[in-house]
Protein backbone atom coordinates (compact mmCIF):
# COMPACT_ATOMS: atom_id res chain seq x y z
CA UNK A 1 0.00 0.00 0.00
CA UNK A 2 1.32 3.50 -0.72
CA UNK A 3 1.74 5.48 1.99
CA UNK A 4 0.82 8.77 0.57
CA UNK A 5 -2.03 9.70 -1.58
CA UNK A 6 -0.68 11.56 -4.57
CA UNK A 7 -2.87 14.93 -5.57
CA UNK A 8 -5.62 13.58 -7.96
CA UNK A 9 -6.71 16.21 -10.23
CA UNK A 10 -9.37 16.96 -11.84
CA UNK A 11 -13.10 16.19 -10.57
CA UNK A 12 -13.95 13.92 -13.53
CA UNK A 13 -11.25 11.27 -12.69
CA UNK A 14 -13.53 8.63 -12.05
CA UNK A 15 -10.51 7.06 -9.88
CA UNK A 16 -10.48 10.06 -7.18
CA UNK A 17 -14.64 9.24 -6.94
CA UNK A 18 -13.20 5.73 -5.89
CA UNK A 19 -10.59 6.60 -3.63
CA UNK A 20 -13.47 8.27 -2.11
CA UNK A 21 -15.71 5.84 -1.56
CA UNK A 22 -12.80 3.43 -0.40
CA UNK A 23 -12.14 5.87 2.07
CA UNK A 24 -15.61 6.35 3.20
CA UNK A 25 -15.35 9.84 2.71
CA UNK A 26 -17.25 10.08 -0.77
CA UNK A 27 -20.92 10.28 1.54
CA UNK A 28 -19.93 13.13 3.72
CA UNK A 29 -18.26 14.96 0.77
CA UNK A 30 -21.97 14.30 -0.82
CA UNK A 31 -23.62 15.84 2.51
CA UNK A 32 -21.31 18.79 2.22
CA UNK A 33 -19.84 17.89 5.52
CA UNK A 34 -16.16 18.08 4.26
CA UNK A 35 -14.02 21.51 4.12
CA UNK A 36 -10.88 22.34 2.01
CA UNK A 37 -8.15 21.92 4.40
CA UNK A 38 -6.36 24.99 2.85
CA UNK A 39 -8.98 27.28 2.92
CA UNK A 40 -11.77 26.16 4.83
CA UNK A 41 -14.58 26.64 2.07
CA UNK A 42 -17.19 23.74 2.14
CA UNK A 43 -16.37 20.83 -0.70
CA UNK A 44 -18.93 19.25 -2.83
CA UNK A 45 -18.22 16.56 -6.01
CA UNK A 46 -18.50 20.02 -7.84
CA UNK A 47 -15.46 22.28 -6.37
CA UNK A 48 -13.40 19.15 -5.22
CA UNK A 49 -9.91 19.29 -6.33
CA UNK A 50 -7.78 16.78 -4.97
CA UNK A 51 -6.77 14.98 -1.80
CA UNK A 52 -3.50 14.14 0.01
CA UNK A 53 -2.20 12.54 2.98
CA UNK A 54 -0.52 14.33 6.28
CA UNK A 55 -0.06 12.10 9.37
CA UNK A 56 -2.08 9.75 8.44
CA UNK A 57 -4.97 11.69 7.83
CA UNK A 58 -6.63 12.41 4.39
CA UNK A 59 -7.00 15.95 3.62
CA UNK A 60 -9.35 16.93 0.79
CA UNK A 61 -8.98 20.36 -0.77
CA UNK A 62 -10.70 22.30 -3.30
CA UNK A 63 -10.14 23.30 -6.78
CA UNK A 64 -8.85 26.51 -6.53
CA UNK A 65 -5.10 27.16 -7.69
CA UNK A 66 -3.77 28.51 -4.77
CA UNK A 67 -5.46 25.40 -2.95
CA UNK A 68 -3.82 22.68 -5.13
CA UNK A 69 -0.66 24.43 -5.50
CA UNK A 70 -0.20 24.75 -1.43
CA UNK A 71 -1.19 20.90 -1.17
CA UNK A 72 1.15 20.14 -3.83
CA UNK A 73 3.88 21.98 -1.61
CA UNK A 74 2.97 20.36 1.26
CA UNK A 75 2.84 16.52 -0.33
CA UNK A 76 6.79 17.58 -1.56
CA UNK A 77 7.47 18.62 1.87
CA UNK A 78 6.08 15.67 3.82
CA UNK A 79 8.07 13.31 0.98
CA UNK A 80 10.90 15.19 1.64
CA UNK A 81 10.65 14.84 5.50
CA UNK A 82 10.36 11.14 5.08
CA UNK A 83 13.78 10.81 3.09
ZN1 LIG B 1 -9.47 25.61 -0.78
Redesign the pocket.
Known amino acids: MAKAINIVKGIHDSDLENILKKLGLYEKLAHGELR ?1 A ?2 G ?1 RLSLENLGGLYKENGEVKL ?2 N ?1 IE ?1 LVEAAERVRRIRKARM
Do not use: Q
Request: hydrophobic share 25%.
Open positions: CICRVCRC
